[in-house]
């Protein structure tokens, strides 16, 4: 998913890539594990890549919140070139604006110049350079061309994990109505095309992160991804052949203060997955009849008056945020995720909202709801793991 808004359809390919991640074979020894720059606004041999690293190190980035987004700092190109792009577990391309750039939005930094960089390098289908295109739900939207370029993660040992012919969307026509400094995406679903496909066996699909409104936090991968210890539950992950690139959980229940809403029954219930995991997007989404049960439970508790709001979202006119209950969701494999405050309730001036919306398309865990937990993703288990963590205070 896009940030702050929904995925209408993935991007339009011409060339069909058949690597995916679940397929990657199972090293024998240990993955090296590094982490990277976040703003919160393929595959080369282990041997080569981790030469480019100290033995031992872990390269790691600082992380940032940008208003509802999440970016990550990454360099591409030869010599490199650093782009802020929007961190995004919905979708699986990399994506930056690109020059020749005549209607691209407005972005903080320049723009990636191919024609600057020896390691650019336009795929061909059928004897021009393949296309692709992406739009999103509200009608933003990216075009452009497909291409390899190295990619460089930069890490404090100061020996960056570099990723020679990665696969990249070099967007020449690009639009978005939700505002950004950031250049692109990069996408981190299961998706072969996505940054933790393009890795490969190296780091066996281990992702983490742990994201926080203020500070910094951090992107994990490999081995540093690996989230254990006291108060950590983790839920089943699922991967549907309807949409096979998304990482699926499945909620069982929500509980508003005393009050447990049961999926049993309702048109919400399944076994196999029902909502998914998006770190770019921003609200929680649940079907609009389970969504119902839920926001009448919260109306049942919260004695306020309720104030005007915008997309459906139920606000009251108070900041007094110890009236209003707690939330916990209930994730088959026993994770039953406590949900703080700011995780669920966002202040707009003089009114509280519930970050909980009703709507019909597909159930989303947002990056609200996720804050202040390390969430790690583990596909060979097939599991999603969350500790309650002062994330902002981890890495400080």
């Given at each position: 998913?896009?940030?702050?808004?929904?995925?209408m359809?993935m991007?339009?390919?011409?060339?069909?890539?058949?690597?995916?991640?679940?397929?990657a074979?199972?090293?024998?020894?240990?993955p090296?594990?590094?982490?990277?720059?976040?703003?919160?606004?393929r595959?080369?041999?282990?041997?080569?890549?981790i030469?480019?690293?100290?033995?031992?190190s872990?390269?790691?980035?600082?992380?940032?919140?940008?208003s509802?987004?999440?970016?990550?700092?990454?360099?591409?190109?030869?010599p490199?070139v650093?782009?802020?792009?929007?961190?995004?577990?919905?979708?699986?391309?990399?994506?930056?604006?690109?020059?020749?750039c005549?209607?691209?939005?407005?972005?903080?930094?320049?723009v990636?110049?191919?024609?600057?960089?020896?390691?650019?390098?336009?795929k061909?289908?059928?004897?021009?350079?393949?296309?692709?295109?992406?739009?999103?739900e509200?009608?933003?939207?990216?075009?452009?061309?497909?291409a390899?370029?190295?990619?460089?993660?930069?890490?404090?040992?100061?020996?960056?994990?570099?990723?020679?012919?990665?696969?990249?969307?070099?967007s020449?026509?690009?639009?978005?109505?939700?505002?950004?400094?950031?250049?692109?995406?990069?996408?981190?679903?299961?998706?072969?095309?996505?940054?933790?496909?393009?890795?490969?066996?190296?780091?066996?699909?281990?992702?983490?992160?742990?994201?926080s409104?203020?500070?910094t936090?951090k992107?994990?991968?490999?081995?540093?991804?690996?989230v254990?210890?006291?108060?950590t539950?983790?839920?089943?992950?699922?991967?549907?052949?309807?949409?096979?690139?998304?990482?699926?959980?499945?909620?069982?229940?929500?509980?508003?203060?005393?009050?447990?809403?049961?999926?049993l029954?309702?048109?919400?219930?399944?076994?196999?997955?029902?909502?998914?995991?998006?770190?770019?997007?921003?609200?929680?989404?649940?079907?609009?009849?389970?969504?119902?049960?839920?926001?009448?439970?919260?109306?049942?508790v919260?004695?306020?008056?309720q104030?005007?709001s915008t997309d459906?979202?139920l606000?009251?006119?108070?900041?007094?945020?110890?009236?209003?209950?707690?939330?916990t969701?209930?994730?088959?494999?026993?994770?039953?995720?406590?949900?703080?405050?700011?995780?669920?309730?966002?202040?707009?001036?003089?009114?509280?909202?519930?970050?909980?919306?009703?709507d019909?398309?597909?159930?989303i865990?947002?990056?609200?709801?996720?804050?202040?937990?390390?969430?790690?993703?583990?596909?060979?288990?097939l599991?999603?793991?969350?500790?309650p963590?002062?994330?902002?205070a981890?890495w400080?």
């Open positions: 998913m896009s940030p702050a808004i929904r995925m359809s991007a339009l390919f011409i060339q069909i890539f058949t690597f995916f991640l679940f397929t074979t199972v090293s024998s020894f240990p090296g594990g590094f982490t990277v720059d976040l703003f919160q606004r595959s080369n041999s282990f041997s080569s890549r030469s480019n690293t100290q033995p031992g872990s390269p790691y980035a600082d992380t940032f919140f940008d509802s987004e999440y970016f990550m700092k990454l360099q591409i190109g030869t490199p650093q782009i802020e792009a929007i961190l995004d577990t919905g979708s699986s391309r990399i994506w930056t604006n690109c020059l020749p005549g209607n691209c939005f407005k972005q903080s930094g320049p990636f110049d191919p024609s600057k960089s020896s390691t650019y390098k336009d061909i289908c059928d004897g021009s350079p393949c296309s692709y295109e992406t739009i999103y509200d009608q933003s939207y990216t075009k452009g061309t497909i390899t370029e190295t990619v460089r993660i930069q890490s404090t040992s100061g020996q960056p994990y570099v990723m020679p012919e990665t696969t990249i969307g070099c020449h026509n690009s639009s978005v109505v939700f505002r950004t400094a950031a250049s692109g995406i990069v996408g981190l679903n299961w998706g072969s095309s996505s940054l933790v496909s393009q890795m490969g066996e190296d780091m066996l699909g281990l992702m983490s992160y742990c994201f409104g203020e500070g936090s992107l994990n991968f490999g081995s540093n991804a690996i254990s210890g006291d108060g539950v983790a839920a089943n992950m699922f991967r549907k052949k309807a949409n096979p690139n998304m990482y699926y959980l499945n909620l069982d229940a929500v509980s508003v203060g005393e009050t447990r809403i049961e999926t029954g309702t048109q919400f219930q399944a076994l196999d997955g029902n909502m998914i995991i998006d770190s770019g997007t921003t609200y929680t989404y649940l079907p609009e009849s389970y969504c119902d049960k839920v926001r009448t439970a919260v109306e049942k919260v004695k306020a008056d104030g005007a459906n979202m606000c009251y006119k108070t900041n007094n945020m110890n009236i209003f209950p707690v939330i969701m209930h994730f088959q494999g026993g994770a039953d995720l406590v949900l703080d405050k700011y995780n669920t309730y966002m202040m707009y001036g003089e009114v509280t909202c519930l970050m909980i919306l009703c019909p398309g597909t159930p865990l947002g990056n609200r709801a996720q804050n202040n937990f390390l969430v790690g993703y583990d596909p060979s288990s599991l999603v793991s969350f500790k963590t002062n994330c902002s981890l400080s």
